[in-house]
């Protein structure tokens, strides 16, 4: 009871109070109603299936999890295309491209375990939050068995953590991080794409037939998980070279002028640039380096370089003529001459016109192997996919022999270390494959990164 | 040691010129009339986008698909014959390679157009409304503007090579008398700064000596005092708001060599100019250019690994911290007047 | 007393319509669980939000750091402390409440657009360090996730254990799915007749009297400072448990929700809504994120089901522009309905259904102009 008139909500002002109060009132009705009627929800899932979204009707629906807008974009639009592709080619649609090439295969071209793929998709503006909602809708409420797709490690680390609580499958779009298969792997989470540490390996031994031994290297990193990863792998791979590590400067992700730190390198005595950037990052640090007159300089008697540890076709469009001659490796490029790499290139090609990117390729192959394992399993019960695909060994899809490790969910498989081409014939063709690094140099021992897988079973039931 | 602070306060002075630029418009409109423009940032995305679009139609091709031949990726070859070469030769060629400050020429008008649109059309509604309002209203439109020019363009940065004259770097030691390839700095950069001093000193030359400036610095100090006068001070500042349109479009033309645009990059350049703008005091273009300065000065020496050695990170907060303090020791930023925007 | 009645028939009613969302949010595709969650846990975040910006009319454009405080709080109480909920949300909402203390003090001391830089400088710093040389606290991009190896002290000494990937719960009772969601609705009912009763208070008329005439009140002598640092705290506080709630439903914290966009965002759905009336600010949350979740998730297959009605020629067509404004578009519907929403309604929704009530109630009397814009009823 205090003397100052307490304060009236908006609806009830004088003028609308009848109003107003009808409709509480009314509303409050139907809400009576209605939570009378919800607990009836919680029983819902609890008989309908033994595991999450196990698929009753004639179809299967996966949830694609993909950056259609921020930094990442191009790479998304570019996975949801080959995720299209690989459903119809599971579905028995089209000119069933990698399906012919697969070895061991038992995929029959009519959907998987007989049931015709369908799928839901999500805009995850590369932020691990809106992923992980996007993610969460699709389980919950559009019922995907399996969520795939990514481009930023973030993303992948984010949404693997959610799947395992889920109890559902994430097959890793492009995520190139080392903590993606190390410090955080996951028992339900899969990647075929590389990692930091391999481009490393990769990398290195060319570097030093290319350059020399003897060099001084200044690194700019994208300052994040990823980032640090990479300027680690690279500086201990090229360090083990003779090389000697300037300086290693972080620069903010998302930076759009790297002008006040690319200006100190001109006096810095190093005679090689790395810059440890992807996405948008990359295309615009290097074109600005290159403004700045580092290819143009000779520094140490030698002339300046510069190098991208991990490079992409789209990012090297993007980045336009900065990238004529630098160093980097990929996953997979579609001018690979093996089956399996020209099978994919000519059907995506008829397709939609232009060659596949190597984030479309990761996307295709993990839709397919996650088919395969699912029919070798017989069921869609997690568990037993994870069996299939734990340890597995697959041949046909453009990387040589591969085996998906057990120990930490990581593919073993060759690397490409790549060249931006000096005179692109076209626009698709901006890198050339220099040199393809074999699975067994690759291959690295998995307890160096930690992490822990956690258990597959009891698999979580979800809502 | 020195020529490393030199060449770091140069690139502070060019990043202060750039800061400047996209301040002056935003003050101008505030200082005129009052109005808080959240659009900016899409006034200067606009300017960029008008730049792309020069480049597109210079650069149009006839694409002939021959059914015979495949490409390596499996599609029918498609053959392109670029239309400005075929048609013009050798003049074709140079229009393209100066695309970017040709569509300076294009720019002026276009942006000019949208603003006084902008302004007559829903700005002008917002003079008595509260600032909230402004802003948000201005907010919804940069969205808007922001995703029409993605739904035509896509998501994706769109490069605009810089002529082949200014690319690369120029020496600037050696000009001053010092050893060669010890302190050059990009051509593009110093073009973009000269352009950035030339604007800015006409945006002061006109207020300060055309009659015109005259009577719109006094409609800034007294809006109703000048109207009583019977001078038509309205159309004058809808003028206003066309010029720093066109000083945003033309800052984002220029920007374009610099920086690929995207839908998003006058979002980026948003919250950046808005700072600016409080740190140097609303309504103040003095303070607007001289708190661009000082941001762009201080940014470039705390991205150093040796300042950043001693205090970690301290260039990814560096703008907002310096917004704090001079906050917090200037009330009114560096130049603001009395009683601006405080309620 | 019918005021007093008015409130009490006001918030049975809400708690009502909110328990009752499971229900009829079904027919619109936002009846699963992780979406009314977010509709309570972004409800709690405006109605905090609103006690300050709608009561004293301060517009602070960093409170998505006290909700990024709150989340990352609370997951550290998961990995070090216990699983269990309580002891998170309470150590977020103090921990986000000392943060806003300190930035609250400091921002308060400036006023209108100076008091909004400072605050948008504050979180815009916080979200920078969040991303950067914070990781060994927030594990930067990839954010602060539950792992088996967390040393959860206060489970070991009580001697629970989890199999697989831990999650919240609730005194063992696992916090997912509708359960997770009845727990914020909970809250958001709290919450929402807490800021009820502030409104109602002597306190909250103080509030709305700095709104009003700050310099008057000063001159009168009286310092008007603490009680804007009270209102600052308490949105800061309930910012938190907001954070601190997303992290309950949804383990992880990520920096990007300290981001400006995200400050922003709480902005708009207050605005949206209806600034300084209880109901608004919820409501525009409500609707921005319906329009995040379910518009963006339209993609091309499921117009082209929808419009499959339509002759050949037509379908397509209405395709190809419907696609625009949803899927990846659906920020441009948001920016139109923003634009129309400040032009022709600037008391946001609110303001709409009042008007349609007058219409309603007598139609051809001249409906007197509402106090649209934030001006307190006095």
């Known amino acids: 009871m205090h003397p100052l008139p307490p304060l009236k909500e908006e609806l009830m002002t004088n003028s609308s109070k009848g109003f107003s109060r009808r409709g509480v009132l009314k509303t409050g009705l139907a809400g009576i109603l209605a939570t009378g009627v919800s607990p009836l929800i919680f029983t819902r899932g609890a008989w309908a299936q033994e595991f999450c979204n196990n698929p009753t009707g004639s179809t299967v629906t996966i949830g694609l999890n993909l950056p259609l807008t921020g930094a990442y974009a191009e790479e998304g639009a570019d996975e949801q295309k080959a995720y299209e592709l690989a459903f119809q080619h599971l579905n028995g649609e089209g000119d069933g491209g990698l399906l012919n090439v697969l070895k061991p295969s038992v995929l029959k071209g009519n959907g998987i375990l007989g049931k015709k793929v369908t799928y839901v998709s999500s805009d995850s503006q590369t932020k691990s939050d809106v992923a992980r909602a996007g993610a969460t809708r699709m389980i919950e409420r559009d019922g995907a068995i399996m969520i795939t797709g990514g481009s930023s490690s973030g993303e992948a680390i984010a949404v693997q953590g959610l799947c395992q609580e889920m109890g559902i499958i994430f097959m890793a779009g492009l995520t190139h991080s080392n903590d993606t298969t190390g410090k955080d792997k996951r028992r339900y989470g899969f990647r075929h794409f590389f990692n930091a540490y391999q481009s490393g390996i990769a990398l290195a031994p060319v570097l030093g037939e290319q350059y020399g031994k003897d060099r001084r290297a200044y690194h700019l990193t994208a300052d994040y998980t990823w980032g640090w990863t990479q300027e680690e792998s690279i500086k201990n791979a090229t360090e083990a070279l003779g090389w000697e590590t300037v300086a290693a400067v972080r620069t903010p992700l998302g930076s759009t002028d790297y002008s006040q730190y690319l200006t100190p390198i001109l006096n810095s005595g190093a005679d090689v640039l790395i810059l440890n950037h992807y996405g948008l990052d990359m295309v615009n640090s290097l074109p600005q380096a290159v403004q700045f007159g580092l290819r143009d300089r000779q520094a140490n008697g030698k002339q300046f370089e510069i190098i991208t540890p991990l490079i992409s076709e789209l990012m090297a469009k993007g980045a336009g003529e900065a990238v004529r001659g630098v160093f980097g490796t990929s996953n997979w490029h579609w001018n690979l001459q093996d089956e399996g790499s020209k099978a994919f290139t000519k059907s995506f090609g008829a397709a939609y016109g232009s060659p596949p990117s190597q984030a479309a390729h990761t996307a295709y192959v993990q839709a397919l192997l996650y088919a395969d394992a699912v029919e070798r399993a017989g069921t869609f019960y997690p568990p037993e996919i994870i069996k299939a695909l734990e340890g597995h060994e697959f041949d046909g899809m453009g990387n040589g022999p591969t085996l998906y490790r057990a120990e930490d969910h990581q593919c073993m498989k060759s690397v490409l270390v790549v060249q931006g081409n000096a005179a692109p014939p076209s626009q698709f063709d901006v890198l050339n494959v220099v040199q393809e690094v074999s699975r067994d140099v690759t291959t690295y021992d998995h307890t160096i990164f930690g992490g822990e897988l956690g258990p597959a079973e009891p698999a979580p039931v979800c809502a | 040691m020195f020529e490393v602070i030199f060449l770091q306060f140069?690139?502070?002075?060019?990043?202060?010129?750039?800061?400047?630029?996209?301040?002056?418009?935003?003050?101008?409109?505030?200082?005129?009339?009052?109005?808080?423009?959240?659009?900016?940032?899409?006034?200067?995305?606009?300017?960029?986008?008008?730049?792309?679009?020069?480049?597109?139609?210079?650069?149009?091709?006839?694409?002939?698909?021959?059914?015979?031949?495949?490409?390596?990726?499996?599609?029918?070859?498609?053959?392109?014959?670029?239309?400005?070469?075929?048609?013009?030769?050798?003049?074709?060629?140079?229009?393209?390679?100066?695309?970017?400050?040709?569509?300076?020429?294009?720019?002026?008008?276009?942006?000019?157009?949208?603003?006084?649109?902008?302004?007559?059309?829903?700005?002008?509604?917002?003079?008595?409304?509260?600032?909230?309002?402004?802003?948000?209203?201005?907010?919804?439109?940069?969205?808007?503007?922001?995703?029409?020019?993605?739904?035509?363009?896509?998501?994706?940065?769109?490069?605009?090579?810089?002529?082949?004259?200014?690319?690369?770097?120029?020496?600037?030691?050696?000009?001053?008398?010092?050893?060669?390839?010890?302190?050059?700095?990009?051509?593009?950069?110093?073009?973009?700064?000269?352009?950035?001093?030339?604007?800015?000193?006409?945006?002061?030359?006109?207020?300060?000596?055309?009659?015109?400036?005259?009577?719109?610095?006094?409609?800034?100090?007294?809006?109703?005092?000048?109207?009583?006068?019977?001078?038509?001070?309205?159309?004058?500042?809808?003028?206003?708001?066309?010029?720093?349109?066109?000083?945003?479009?033309?800052?984002?033309?220029?920007?374009?060599?610099?920086?690929?645009?995207?839908?998003?990059?006058?979002?980026?350049?948003?919250?950046?100019?808005?700072?600016?703008?409080?740190?140097?005091?609303?309504?103040?273009?003095?303070?607007?250019?001289?708190?661009?300065?000082?941001?762009?000065?201080?940014?470039?020496?705390?991205?150093?690994?040796?300042?950043?050695?001693?205090?970690?990170?301290?260039?990814?907060?560096?703008?907002?911290?310096?917004?704090?303090?001079?906050?917090?020791?200037?009330?009114?930023?560096?130049?603001?007047?009395?009683?601006?925007?405080?309620? | 007393m019918s005021s007093s009645r008015n409130d009490l028939l006001l918030s049975v009613g809400f708690a009502l319509v909110v328990l009752a969302m499971p229900i009829w949010l079904a027919p619109f595709g936002a009846g699963y669980p992780d979406l009314l969650q977010r509709f309570m846990i972004y409800g709690i975040f405006a109605v905090g939000f609103n006690i300050l910006f709608g009561l004293t009319g301060y517009l602070s454009f960093g409170h998505a750091a006290f909700f990024g405080v709150g989340s990352y709080t609370a997951v550290w109480s998961f990995k070090l402390l216990s699983l269990d909920a309580f002891p998170a949300l309470i150590l977020a909402v103090i921990v986000s409440g000392l943060f806003a203390l300190v930035i609250g003090y400091l921002s308060l001391r400036r006023s209108g657009i100076y008091f909004s830089i400072l605050t948008l400088a504050f979180a815009q710093m916080s979200y920078n360090l969040a991303y950067s040389v914070l990781t060994p606290i927030t594990n930067g991009e990839t954010g602060l996730q539950l792992t088996l190896r967390d040393p959860r002290v206060l489970d070991a000494i009580t001697g629970q254990t989890y199999v697989g990937q831990p999650v919240p719960t609730l005194l063992g009772q696992q916090l997912s799915g509708y359960a997770g969601f009845y727990f914020c609705a909970f809250f958001l009912i709290v919450a929402f007749v807490l800021a009820q009763r502030i409104a109602g208070s002597p306190f909250g008329m103080m509030l709305k009297a700095i709104k009003s005439n700050q310099t008057r009140m000063q001159f009168t002598g009286f310092n008007t400072r603490p009680y804007a640092l009270s209102a600052f705290l308490i949105s800061g506080m309930y910012a938190g448990l907001a954070g601190a709630l997303l992290a309950v439903t949804d383990p992880l914290a990520g920096a990007e929700r300290m981001q400006w966009t995200a400050s922003g965002e709480v902005v708009l759905m207050t605005i949206l809504g209806g600034v300084g009336t209880l109901v608004g600010p919820v409501i525009g949350a409500w609707l921005i994120k319906y329009f995040e979740n379910i518009l963006s998730a339209l993609n091309d297959q499921i117009l082209v089901r929808f419009y499959s009605f339509l002759p050949e020629g037509v379908s397509e067509l209405a395709v190809k522009v419907t696609s625009k404004f949803v899927g990846d578009g659906w920020f441009l519907t948001l920016g139109l309905v923003f634009v129309l929403v400040v032009i022709f309604l600037p008391g946001g929704i609110m303001e709409g259904v009042r008007r349609l009530a007058n219409l309603f109630r007598r139609p051809g009397a001249p409906t007197p102009r509402p106090t649209a814009h934030v001006q307190p009823a006095e």
């Open chain 2, 10 to 343: 140069l690139n502070g002075l060019d990043k202060g010129a750039a800061y400047a630029l996209i301040a002056l418009g935003l003050t101008l409109v505030f200082g005129t009339l009052g109005v808080v423009n959240f659009a900016h940032g899409a006034l200067f995305m606009l300017g960029a986008f008008c730049a792309v679009t020069v480049r597109m139609v210079l650069t149009m091709e006839t694409v002939t698909i021959d059914p015979e031949q495949l490409s390596p990726w499996g599609a029918p070859l498609e053959i392109r014959e670029p239309l400005m070469q075929a048609w013009l030769g050798d003049t074709g060629a140079v229009l393209v390679n100066y695309s970017v400050p040709l569509s300076l020429l294009i720019t002026i008008p276009v942006m000019f157009v949208i603003g006084v649109a902008l302004e007559r059309g829903i700005i002008k509604h917002f003079y008595k409304r509260t600032h909230a309002e402004q802003i948000l209203v201005t907010f919804g439109l940069a969205i808007v503007a922001q995703e029409v020019i993605k739904a035509f363009f896509g998501p994706n940065p769109m490069p605009q090579p810089m002529p082949d004259a200014a690319r690369g770097a120029a020496d600037i030691g050696a000009w001053l008398g010092m050893q060669a390839n010890i302190i050059t700095y990009p051509v593009w950069r110093l073009i973009y700064f000269l352009f950035a001093a030339v604007v800015i000193g006409g945006v002061f030359a006109f207020l300060q000596f055309t009659t015109f400036g005259m009577v719109v610095r006094a409609g800034m100090a007294d809006r109703e005092t000048v109207g009583l006068l019977g001078i038509n001070i309205d159309r004058r500042f809808t003028f206003m708001f066309g010029l720093a349109a066109v000083v945003a479009g033309m800052a984002g033309v220029m920007y374009t060599p610099l920086l690929p645009p995207n839908y998003h990059i006058g979002m980026d350049f948003l919250v950046l100019s808005f700072v600016v703008v409080v740190v140097g005091g609303m309504g103040s273009l003095p303070g607007a250019v001289a708190a661009g300065f000082l941001l762009g000065i201080l940014q470039s020496f705390a991205s150093m690994t040796q300042v950043k050695a001693v205090f970690p990170g301290i260039d990814q907060i560096i703008i907002y911290l310096v917004a704090v303090v001079i906050l917090l020791v200037r009330p009114r930023g560096l130049m603001g007047r009395r009683g601006v925007m405080e309620s």
